[in-house]
């Protein structure tokens, strides 16, 4: 072995370091389940003589607060913070509590906070029993500490990585900084590593001196692609391992997946939208008029516990069954799991739901629809989750692959246990090799550990960030012009003197940023010419990305800064359409209200985020965010109510929307648009009822201009002779088109100048809006773009 070099670790350099000094290093896996940390001590480690650096495990007392429960010692710490009589619990102890009664989510118990890491909404738990718990990261920090005083009493951990999902943007990344402070860990700039290579560094550690050996003959400019599949998220990485005579190893990072909360809490969740739901509703005969949020945050928790119990349990009988087979080549039919004595809690009364048993063909069908397709909406939470497949694909693509180009696949994350996971991905990628370790879950912190102990005792970076989508500008004509390319390692900086302005009379100047093509804006800057600038004038934009994945630019006119913005991680929005964009700026600017406790904007702020959900047709949205502002700000605004009934309706809640709209007209007896709607509601199951509910209406609501459209579009409908009226109304609005609304010409002049027989064209003032900005974006001198 004396002539392979495994590790790029200079001997003149090595032989500087003394290696007796007891220097530890220290890896941590900040988990959404599960918390693990481990270390290395530099003194047993010889790499000449045994190239697998030795890992220690730090296990952990984990307490009830129940007397009955004895503690448990793990190295699987459950990312689980509780409080019961004032005493703080921590670990895999306080798992069982989910929904139980003396345990309420976000006042004395907390889970799935990894997810709400970088939110500047504080605080984030606003009902938590103290105020050592009421943000996510102050739950972090409080794990962490935990973890470290169990083996270290209160001595600080220097030289320690943790990891985060490899999309987190800056602000996550940061809380995490916050959290390793609070625990007494010293922080620093190169501290965090992404979850997936680590994973692969873990993989790669547990090899034996003759597989590495192997792999350092065999192994030349090979594609592996990460797919660590934890509890919250599903994190991949696509690597590219070589290894060099001189220098042994080299990992190249080709691309990293964009953010995507997809885990194992989400099978959780589908078992229990699809699978228990339904047995819910017989025995609770009124749940299509539960509000939204409590199905939300009393029952869907309370039925993905039940949930997690039936997954685990299927998959332990398939992974029992299938050995090192592929599910796909036995016969599943007869596999079942049963979780017994399944109860719900609602209102302080108890339902029973008995034994529940599900089959290995349920579960995969479940399973399947996250796998599968571009993507998956929930039906009860607001939240739509890129498939695995769809995942796969982006990432591939990203790294500018094909799908037979994938040498190898890493499986990690404790949720790669799921045996339909490595089956389904084999169907993807027929072409390439499985990695699988006994103990997939640990693989990430015990890479976070390898990195550590070659940064901080052999000052060599094992694997180094890079940028993982092209970002770029729209210039005039919408053609996009690439600023700073993918694949590049960080931080980059460039600038790029070769822009003009379209015209000498441009007062403003508009530059919307994109990821990979104008379709997918990141945001914009847009700024007013405070001076003349002729046609000749240079206009240069400075842009960089940092270390930290934030993309800032500046643009100049002959010098002159005319306007700067910065964008956090814009690879982890850059799948947004416009639309999308502007609900994420929405929803930060009113994280910004709350930290202000500015009340009136958040109001407004709420108000507006209903109606834009409404156009992008995100009904889950609308009904959350319309039940917390008749709950938070005004039940007695008919129009919010409105909303709600629209929400409901197109989410299939007909009882729910009747409910809403009810309430509206209670609030608002004389609003035409809520008689209109109702008409909808009626009209759905009987056409007749409707008009005649509408022609039964006092006339100053009688003659609003939709319902009198929507009289004559249901006269026609049921063969009445409805052309003269229809005609009138046409005549009236090419006479006078300011007495209909945006509304009424969108949708409801079409049917009308269809009963008489003339074509109707709309044209949406938006999109004039959107050509109206083409004028003040940029063009290029003389460059082929």
Not at 157 to 173: D, E, H, W, Y
Not at 206 to 211: C, D, V
Not at 350 to 378: H, M, Q, V
Not at 386 to 410: H, M, P, R
């Amino acid at each position: 072995m004396e002539d392979i070099v495994i590790y790029p670790i200079d001997d003149t350099l090595e032989k500087q370091q003394n290696l007796s000094n007891e220097k530890k290093c220290f890896g941590i896996d900040l988990g959404t389940t599960t918390t693990l940390m481990c270390s290395i001590d530099s003194e047993y480690v010889n790499l000449k003589e045994n190239m697998t650096v030795p890992i220690q495990f730090i296990k952990v007392n984990q307490e009830s607060p129940f007397e009955f429960n004895p503690t448990i010692e793990d190295e699987k710490v459950a990312s689980i913070v509780g409080i019961y009589n004032g005493k703080p619990y921590v670990g895999t102890n306080l798992y069982h509590l989910k929904g139980h009664p003396q345990f309420e989510f976000k006042k004395n118990l907390f889970y799935h906070w990894k997810l709400e890491l970088g939110i500047d909404h504080h605080p984030m738990y606003p009902n938590a029993i103290s105020e050592k718990l009421n943000m996510p990261y102050k739950i972090a920090g409080g794990i962490l500490n935990y973890i470290r005083k169990s083996r270290f009493n209160d001595t600080p951990l220097a030289n320690t990585i943790i990891t985060v999902p490899a999309s987190f943007q800056a602000n996550q990344r940061k809380d995490v900084l916050k959290a390793a402070k609070m625990a007494k860990i010293e922080t620093s700039n190169n501290m965090l590593i992404d979850e997936p290579n680590a994973a692969f560094l873990g993989y790669f550690n547990r090899l034996s001196n003759e597989e590495k050996v192997e792999w350092a003959k065999n192994i030349k400019n090979k594609n592996v692609l990460v797919i660590d599949f934890g509890g919250g998220t599903t994190d991949l990485s696509i690597l590219n391992i070589d290894f060099k005579k001189d220098k042994g190893i080299t990992i190249s990072n080709r691309a990293i997946s964009r953010y995507n909360d997809l885990g194992g809490q989400d099978i959780d969740t589908l078992i229990a939208e699809e699978f228990l739901v339904p047995k819910f509703k017989k025995i609770y005969k009124q749940f299509d008029v539960i509000d939204s949020i409590d199905v939300k945050d009393i029952i869907l928790p309370q039925l993905a516990l039940i949930g997690e119990g039936l997954k685990i349990g299927i998959s332990n009988k398939l992974s029992l069954k299938i050995v090192d087979e592929d599910v796909s080549t036995i016969n599943i039919d007869n596999i079942k799991y049963t979780h017994t004595e399944c109860k719900i809690k609602y209102k302080n009364t108890d339902y029973d739901l008995g034994d529940i048993t599900i089959n290995a063909n349920e579960f995969k069908d479940l399973f399947t629809k996250l796998f599968r397709g571009k993507s998956y909406s929930f039906n009860y939470i607001d939240k739509t989750i890129t498939t695995i497949s769809a995942s796969i694909s982006d990432i591939i693509e990203k790294a500018v692959l094909g799908l037979d180009e994938i040498d190898y696949v890493l499986y990690v994350g404790g949720s790669s246990f799921n045996p339909l996971l490595h089956s389904l991905c084999n169907e993807k990628l027929s072409n390439s090799k499985s990695l699988t370790s006994h103990e997939p879950d640990k693989l990430v912190a015990e890479g976070a550990a390898v990195y550590s102990y070659f940064l901080n005792v052999h000052n060599v970076s094992l694997i180094s960030p890079i940028t993982s989508d092209t970002i770029g500008v729209v210039l005039k004509n919408k053609r996009f012009y690439p600023i700073l390319e993918r694949g590049q390692s960080l931080p980059q900086k460039v600038t790029i003197p070769n822009f003009k302005l379209q015209s000498n009379l441009n007062q403003k100047v508009i530059v919307p940023v994109c990821i990979n093509g104008v379709d997918f804006p990141v945001g914009e800057i847009r700024s007013t010419l405070e001076s003349f600038y002729n046609i000749n004038t240079v206009v240069k934009i400075e842009a960089e990305v940092t270390i930290d994945k934030v993309f800032k630019m500046k643009v100049y006119a002959d010098d002159d800064l005319i306007g700067n913005a910065e964008f956090e991680n814009p690879y982890g929005i850059g799948k947004l359409s416009e639309e999308e964009l502007e609900i994420f700026n929405l929803k930060k600017e009113i994280n910004t209200s709350k930290l202000s406790k500015n009340l009136r904007s958040e109001k407004e702020l709420l108000r507006s985020l209903i109606w834009k959900f409404s156009e992008v047709k995100n009904y889950r949205g609308v009904v959350e965010t319309a039940e917390e502002y008749l709950k938070r700000f005004d039940d007695q605004d008919e129009s919010v109510w409105n909303m709600l009934y629209i929400g409901n309706k197109n989410l299939g809640r007909l009882e729910a929307a009747k409910k809403a709209i009810n309430r509206g007209l209670e609030l608002n007896p004389k609003a035409s648009y809520l008689h209109y709607n109702y008409s909808l509601l009626i009209g759905k199951n009987n056409e007749g009822e409707a008009l005649n509910y509408l022609e039964n209406l006092d006339d100053d609501v009688k003659s609003d201009i939709e319902i009198t459209c929507r009289i004559v579009d249901l006269k026609n409908e049921l063969g009445y002779n409805a052309e003269n009226d229809a005609k009138l109304l046409v005549n009236r609005y090419k006479n006078t088109p300011s007495d209909f609304t945006d509304f009424s010409k969108k949708h409801l002049l079409p049917s009308l100048f269809k009963i008489i027989g003339e074509p109707y064209a709309y044209v949406d003032p938006k999109i004039q809006k959107k050509n109206k900005d083409q004028k003040n974006y940029l063009d290029t001198n003389n460059l082929p773009f």
